[in-house]
């Protein structure tokens, strides 16, 4: 069956550091996503991206935090200076039209920040 | 907020056992989802209902939906050690976007 990849699996990184995770989505599905979830907390979504453009994003989605599809494979999030307060497992995932709404999450990447 | 809610919190019961969980959610939605997540893994989809569907049902999983009262439900019959995870409702509206409620931890004695 057809997966949500994502890379790294586990990070740490120094804080004020810029970090970047990476997501191969489903071939073929038009829409990507970035949840977070902070340990022992609730998923949270954080961006959605459509036809190379954030459809929507919440209030989590500073200006730290950007999105871009490089190629036609890679869906990644960069988040430019890093805080404490960003270590949390990051979800990656996807959507295709003809799959009726169902999104499909990647295994997440977690991020700590030291 | 969309947000759905799930209770118990967390439930524990001997294999072979049922389990129910229930969510609780305030706005029209367009769907309800429910995911399963392993600790420390990622969020596998187990079933989405519409808004206009009021059961659906995938293996040992039956899923129900009330839209007059905001609220479904999960029940696993005859469950497994191997079904020990935290379960997710997540109910999307126009955006199809879903929104997660904090979970129901599920332990499932041998």
């Known amino acids: 069956e057809p997966e949500v990849t994502q890379t790294p699996s586990h990070q740490v990184t120094q804080m004020g550091q810029e970090v970047i995770l990476r997501c191969v989505p489903i071939s073929n599905h038009l829409y990507f996503y970035w949840y977070r979830q902070i340990l022992g907390q609730k998923v949270e979504f954080l961006v959605s991206?459509?036809?190379?453009?954030?459809?929507?994003k919440s209030e989590i989605f500073d200006d730290q935090f950007s999105v871009e599809r490089p190629d036609g494979s890679n869906f990644t999030l960069k988040i430019r200076s890093t805080k404490l307060e960003d270590s949390a497992m990051y979800f990656c995932?996807?959507?295709?039209?003809?799959?009726?709404?169902?999104?499909?999450f990647g295994e997440g990447s977690w991020l700590t920040v030291v | 907020s969309q947000q759905g809610e799930e209770d118990p919190q967390a439930l524990s019961i001997q294999e072979g056992e049922n389990a129910t969980m229930n969510c609780s959610y305030k706005t029209s939605i367009n769907n309800l989802q429910w995911y399963r997540q392993n600790s420390g893994r990622g969020l596998v989809h187990l079933i989405l209902i519409r808004s206009n569907e009021r059961e659906k049902h995938s293996g040992r999983l039956r899923v129900t939906l009330d839209t007059s009262k905001k609220s479904s439900s999960l029940l696993i019959t005859a469950s497994r050690a191997a079904d020990t995870a935290s379960y997710f409702c997540a109910t999307s509206g126009g955006s199809y976007i879903p929104t997660f409620g904090r979970g129901t931890s599920l332990i499932v004695h041998p």
């Open positions: 991206f459509y036809n190379n453009e954030i459809s929507e």
């Open positions: 995932a996807s959507r295709g039209q003809s799959s009726g709404n169902t999104i499909y």
